[in-house]
């Protein structure tokens, strides 16, 4: 049998929950119940940790958990515990979903093992027992939440008094309550000169890793042991108000009990953080990102997601990431076709097009939209009226959709809760689906609010056509005059939606709905489509694509052909998606099927070639890895250590001990001195 023991703060152990105490009532109970019998008791137990945490660590592998109820889940997994004793069950859980999962999992009926609360009757054998059970798991949850309330509720009176709250900054300390008072705080003298002196050199116009730099040159003090200056700890020195004679108080500031002890005085305080703000908006931002006409503004035609920026190559690319839905079911929440999101449950594999081609085929497409007929007729007003009460017909019926997927979305998060509650689902994946539906959810709110702005106000709906018809004809004419934000806008104004869908590698197709016109689209080809001027089928293959084709008629995979021509993997994959793409099928043996005829025609000269298949991507990777761990290698047989060589090689920590563990592996050894002996040696990559 084993004993689980935990405790939160010291003040429990004046409460008689100390751990001494749990562990003298857990051996009391054994010795009443089994007496003479001889048993074996392990105890197990937390110190300082809140019962709501799990017992497994976080997927960051930051934050707290509970090692010892760890130890006691691995026991009982392993079905060598048959009973476990605990002081109470608030000692076990105080979440009263989490202790109903644990208990459900390691003490449900037909399970070997027994849950034991010293001062609860609680008798899993039983429907009464379950009923108890439950009970004080939600006493136990209450009363957590409760105290955390009270706590809270203090903390908000003690702010509204002027008075900190939590740990205090750098440069300050507290000081006892005098004649009944509350406690204070104070200046700390050897800190305050730093701080003063942090202060001025910012707004000289210094740097926080400058600095950094500079207190750590002058031996200024941290506050903490072994720690050097750093630019984070810089930044959450100055950004602190308490040194301007405020507290925070949610999300603003208050004057505080220390307001005539303050170090600097409030205005500064305040150009300092502009000064602050607008520094690291300059560093920080993501330049092309937000500089994008379609970025965030267009969705994917086969996932519905927004339409996100990567740079390759120095150039900015529409990209998206992909996603797998199963088969007939949509991404919940997702509007209809109409709208440019999917109804069918198909694949998007993701992909990746140039921002440029994409925004040229734009504006081309809006640029034909004036000319047809149906925008001249909306110049008429007999034709607007008739478009208008058309559009608000259509808007209405697109609303009704809206608002029923919306009823979709909340119950199907209702259902995902109702899951996670009777268990069946586990947290990692509760989270995941519990985002999807909320992003979905917040989709469909934008939706549902613009549609209503449109059916039911006449004058918006003026105002958008007028829009319409005065600026798509001066389109072309205005667009490389205005930045980059105002392209943005004026689309997002233009149109209903832009889609891009996939259509094969490389190859998209571009949907534009302008409002009160019809829908149009072109498809967009890749690159090698391009410079080809669109040619497709057997007929424009390649002999290099042809060779491939023969080597997989013959029976090889792609590895054994690429040993067979001692060429990279990744090239001969390249080559394979290129020859699907421009015979438009989905599998080599088909390629191989409409090519028979060439292959019959040049198969004495197939079999020979000399064909070349380097990626461009992965050539050279592979030689300048291994010439960095050389280097590396050289400076380790040096006696430098892993910084000294991460800066001498210009790379990062991580990246020197992954070199340091390849060369382990190359040499076969366990040590990093043994490898440095062996390539001193000259014994080579021996393993």
Partial sequence: MIGYLRVSTGEQVQHGYGLDTQAQAVRDWCAREYGDRPYQLDIYRDEGISGRLGYQPPPSGRGKYRPGLGQVVE??????VDVLVVYDLSRLYRDHLEGLKFTSEFFSEGSPSRLVSVTEPVDLSSIEGEMSLDMFLAAAAYFRKQTARKVRHGLAQRRLAGYATGKLPYGWRGTKAANGGRPGIEPLPEQIQWVQEAFRLVL??????????????????TGAKDLNWTAQRVRRLLTQPMHAG???????TRRGAHWEQRIVEPEEFKRLQALLRGRYRERHTYRGKELQVLWKLARCGDCGRPVTVIHAGGKPHYHCQGALQAAGEAEPGSAAPSSGAPADGRICRGWTKSAALIERRLLRLLGEAVQTPEFRRLARREARDVVLNRDRRQATRRLQEQERARRENRSQQERLLQAFTLAALNEEVFAERQQTLAEAQSRLDEEITRLRGRTESRKSQEALLEQVLGVLPELDRIWADLPADERRQLVANLTEFVVLERLGHGRLRLRVKVHYLREWEANLGNARSREMGGKMGVEHLTQRELALLYWVDQGKSIPEIAELWQAARSGLYCLRRSIL????????????????????EEQDRLPLLEVSTGCRGYAGYRPRREQRQEQALR?????SSRAEAARELGLSLETVRVYEWRIRQRYGVETLAEAVARWQAGEGDAA
């Fill in 75 to 80: 026991r009982l997994r392993a079905g060598t």
């Fill in 204 to 221: 000289a116009g210094h740097g926080t890793r400058q600095i950094a730099q500079e207190l750590n040159t002058r031996a200024a003090p």
């Fill in 246 to 252: 405020l507290i925070r108080d949610g999300e603003g």
């Fill in 581 to 600: 793409a421009r015979l438009e099928v989905a599998r080599m043996r088909d390629a191989v099927r409409q090519a028979r005829q060439r292959l019959r």
């Fill in 635 to 639: 400076l380790f047989a040096e006696g």
